[in-house]
Every structure is written in C-alpha cells, then in structure tokens.
C-alpha cells in the first residue's frame, strides 16, 4: 500500500483518506502569512536558460529544475566558495536560492499553501578544491524553507561540491516537493 492513503476496514466499510489533504488542512499552516512574518518578498520567478522548464508536476510531486542566487537587481552571486566567496556570503546566496524556488512554486500552484511536504534538496555549491564546508552554505536554503513551512519543509538533502556551476554561479539548488492534489 502506498504511503499516501491509509485504508481503515471497520465493519465492511473502507475508508481511504489522503494524509495530503489531512496536513494540508491544519488551521496553523499558512506558508504565505510565513514569508510575509518573516519580512520576505518573493521575487519574479527566474526564467530558465536554456531548453528545460522550471518545474515539472507529476501525480502530487512538483520536480523543480535547478536555480541559484538571482537578485531582484539582476546580481547573481557568482565566484567559487573557499576563495571568492565567504561563507555568509553563500549562505545568503542560498537563502536568495530558496526565495527563487519559492516563487517559482507558487507560480506553479498558485498559492503555497498547498505545499504538503518539501521532500529533497540537492545543493550543489561552486567550491574551491579545499572547501568542505558546503552543508553550512546549503542551510541557507534549509532554514529559509524549514522557516516558511515549518514541520513540513523539513526535507532531506544533499549539500556537494562542484568543480563549476553555470555562469559561475555560486549556489544552485533542485527541490523535490509534495503537494495537495489538483482537484483540492
């Protein structure tokens, strides 16, 4: 049986419910009233750069395609971590990330409250070969979405070093996220 539904037999009867529609229902859980309480705007979702599309939804998981630290501005933080590019420099890179992926999701949906679960991250951080410190780069990220969904933005995740990223950006990340069914 699929972790999505959970069947209950009781005197001949089945009830099959969908903890999708259950946790996206708590009265408490508004992502949007989140961003606004923690001073955040999100920006106009980036536009891909090459022969892809932001996200693709199938059944009740969005895949979303890699994005990195675009500023509002058109800045892009760029530069290898460990020698360009201090740390907190790509922890606000990532939370940037986070506020991108973040954007383009409500595009997507249409309202974020209708994320169920983020489920995984992949990180990829541009790194000088001595640089090991990628995952407190990545928290950027974490702690933005953890910070607008709560419980529900808790997600695994993979926080690696890369010889280069496109552009020579420093950050990029994908996100895998479960949501609401379409007809809710």
Same mark, same amino acid.
């Given at each position: ?76 933080? $760029? #530069? ?6 201090? %740390?907190? /420099?790509?922890? &606000? ?73 496109? $552009? #020579? ?6 996100? %895998?996220? /479960?949501?609401? &069914?379409?007809?809710?």
């Amino acid at each position: 049986m699929k972790n999505k539904f959970l069947s209950i037999m009781a005197s001949g009867l089945i009830l099959v419910t969908s903890f999708s529609s259950v946790k996206a229902q708590d009265a408490d859980y508004d992502p949007e009233a989140r961003l606004a309480e923690m001073g955040l705007t999100l920006p106009t979702p980036p536009t891909p750069v090459a022969n892809y599309v932001n996200g693709v939804r199938t059944g009740n998981l969005i895949f979303l395609a890699g994005k990195g630290p675009l500023y509002p501005d058109g800045r892009e933080l $760029r #530069g290898k971590l460990g020698k360009d590019v201090t %740390i907190e /420099e790509g922890y &606000d890179g990532a939370r940037m990330t986070a506020l991108n992926q973040l954007a383009v999701l409500k595009q997507m949906l249409g309202n974020l409250n209708k994320v169920v679960r983020v489920v995984k991250v992949l990180g990829m951080v541009n790194s000088d070969p001595d640089f090991v410190q990628q995952p407190a780069v990545l928290n950027g990220f974490s702690d933005t979405i953890v910070g607008v969904f709560g419980e529900r933005g808790r997600h695994a995740r993979a926080a690696v070093g890369m010889a280069t990223l496109p $552009r #020579g950006q420093s950050v990029e990340v994908e996100m %895998i996220v /479960e949501v609401m &069914d379409e007809g809710q």
